[in-house]
């Protein structure tokens, strides 16, 4: 009977009456499987463009630096020194933001917590089907880790 209040639900006498409960949980474990997953999805690509943007510009800056050193730079236009210069910083810039943005480690926390939501709604959708004989422990046990999972930050320190 504790198990119930311990879940937020009223006391139970069979387990066909937690039922829309059980449903609402798996609910919200497809939302935030979905969340995690659009979330992964959104870093990766980041990524990926940063480390595109990272590639052209390194050989761009290769190309103009070449082509300043053909033409010593003493002859070139201030302007044309500053771009140069400028073009070859980028693609540090581009570098640190990955680094500072976590990019990869954000990337692998939603995925992470993704894969715990689907887990825990094939474990909910096999207890509804095949309720277990101590289903309220089981419940209770399965319960401590959803409250754990979809209150995980995405990026531990």
């Not at 959104?42 to 630096?65: E, F, I, K, P």
């Not at 995925?111 to 209770?140: D, H, S």
Request: aromatic share 8%; with cysteine.
């Amino acid at each position: 009977m504790e198990t119930e209040h311990a879940l937020g639900l009223t006391p139970a006498n069979n387990f066909s009456e937690i039922q829309p409960a059980l449903n609402q949980w798996r609910d919200e474990l497809r939302k935030l499987a979905e969340i995690h997953r659009k979330g992964a999805r959104r870093l990766r690509y980041l990524s990926r463009l940063l480390g595109g943007l990272n590639v052209a510009l390194a050989a761009l800056t290769a190309t103009a630096m070449y082509a300043a050193l053909n033409k010593k730079l003493e002859n070139l236009d201030l302007g044309w020194q500053l771009m140069i210069t400028g073009v070859a910083v980028l693609p540090a810039i581009s570098s640190g933001l990955q680094k500072e943005w976590q990019i990869t480690a954000r990337e692998r926390g939603h995925l992470t917590i993704m894969l715990e939501c689907k887990k825990l709604e094939k474990e909910l959708e096999f207890y509804q089907v095949a309720p277990p004989e101590n289903w309220r422990e089981t419940l209770g046990a399965w319960h401590q880790r959803f409250k754990q999972v979809v209150s995980q930050p995405t990026l531990s320190p």
